[in-house]
DNA sequence: AATTTTTATTAGACTAATCTAAATACTATA
DNA sequence: TATAGTATTTAGATTAGTCTAATAAAAATT
């Protein structure tokens, strides 16, 4: 069984990693887990003999098969715990991480298992992240930043760049968050300002800043 | 910020002294935590520097009055995350503990708070026993097992005595569980065996062992 | 190719929480 | 009230996780 930050860097190390594709260096790791790099290469050797993570000195570091099992356990925990924060708790979103990192190390099958049925098997996190299944199979979607998507698409919203509050709170004020239906009517050409319908409903224009930030995903 | 390994001695500590009414000797409480005496005097020593317990050497511990709010914060929590297991996860008795017992240690006052108002502000847990408010108030209710209680008398089931699996399996079958009401309309002289109406529906007849397990509260 | 800079690992120390074994204090009983 | 027995504390070790400082390897620059 593994730790709590047993758990938090496998999980750090599969995020830094894109999903396995690339090893990740000491440095990078420490500045995530916000620890030293000695206490990073302490951990990983820890790891590597729990066949965890793949491992050479100085060559980096990944999730190996176990460990990317484990890593994408513990998201899917994570990630249940938001929707559950957000749907029945009404958590705003920057209040969400600080105790979804906490829930999600809770070592009880039957308490996940339920509390995804309670809250009707969702594929989607508040953030508009997949939930990976019981397997850790996850199904990924086209995300797109409306910039970069041509006048007329239509699409729902199921995530955001960054997270800063000041953005997540605009985005409450005009009535926009995960789900929410966006259709791009005009994008304007000298500064690429982009009016969005909202929801069928109310038209408005968003700068480009915010447009890079929000995902859309084919309707 | 305690540990959790601190808060779960001091809700033992708590118990153990019946909510500080008697000091608690090492044996009892390392036999509690299922740890070694001397590791015991090794953490007691170290909640006494943290001012939560009242300690003098061979001389037993005690709740401090910060160490008592502590105590009965984290029961507050660790009884509210009870009733959700129950009410909304559908839970059955036996498997409540093992997750309450880690869900109770997670830090965030919004959290349980929107947890206490999801769930409509309980005042008992699934066992029936009392849920503390925020400041630590405890509303005691008087809680009496079947068999001291006159024929005629009708109450609420608030809990039982003991939590073995085939006791919750039968009373299960039965149809009691707590919140259900229950009128004593008959008692066997011979042996003590209790008739009793079940939600005004049907009357079944109990054993002694039964209604000495089974605890009404004045309706 | 040699040198400098950056990155990573080891060395050694610290705290929390635990253990076993040894020492000490309290309690009960003769 | 001395002694035996029990309860409790201390001594000393261990493991997880962290740190700073020192060393070593790799990468980048001259
Ligand atoms: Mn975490
Ligand atoms: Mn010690
Ligand atoms: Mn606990
Ligand atoms: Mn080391």
Redesign the pocket.
């Known amino acids: 069984m593994l730790?709590f930050?047993?758990e938090n860097y496998l999980k750090a190390i599969y995020h830094l990693s894109e999903a396995g594709k690339r090893s990740v260096?000491?440095?990078s790791l420490a500045e995530e887990m916000k620890?030293?790099?000695?206490?990073?290469?302490?951990?990983?050797?820890?790891l590597s003999e729990k066949k965890m993570v793949d491992y050479q000195?100085?060559r980096?570091v990944n999730v190996s098969g176990k460990g990317k099992i484990k890593a994408l356990h513990v998201i899917r925990q994570h990630r249940i715990w938001k929707v559950f924060l957000v749907e029945k708790l009404n958590f705003q979103w920057d209040q969400l991480d600080e105790v979804a990192e906490q829930l999600e190390h809770i070592k009880s099958p039957l308490l996940i298992q339920r509390l995804d049925e309670f809250l009707g098997f969702p594929k989607f996190d508040p953030h508009g992240d997949p939930i990976p299944d019981e397997n850790g199979q996850l199904i990924e979607k086209r995300k797109d930043p409306i910039t970069q998507l041509p006048v007329g698409t239509a699409g729902i919203v199921v995530g955001v760049n960054g997270s800063s509050a000041s953005f997540l709170k605009y985005l409450d004020k005009v009535g926009i968050s995960i789900g929410t239906r966006l259709q791009i009517v005009d994008r304007m050409e000298f500064d690429g300002s982009v009016d969005v319908t909202i929801d069928g409903k109310k038209t408005i224009t968003i700068s480009p800043t915010v447009a890079e930030n929000i995902l859309l995903s084919e309707a």
């Open positions: 730790s930050v047993e260096n000491t440095n620890t030293a790099p000695a206490s990073v290469s302490d951990m990983i050797k820890r000195k100085y980096g």
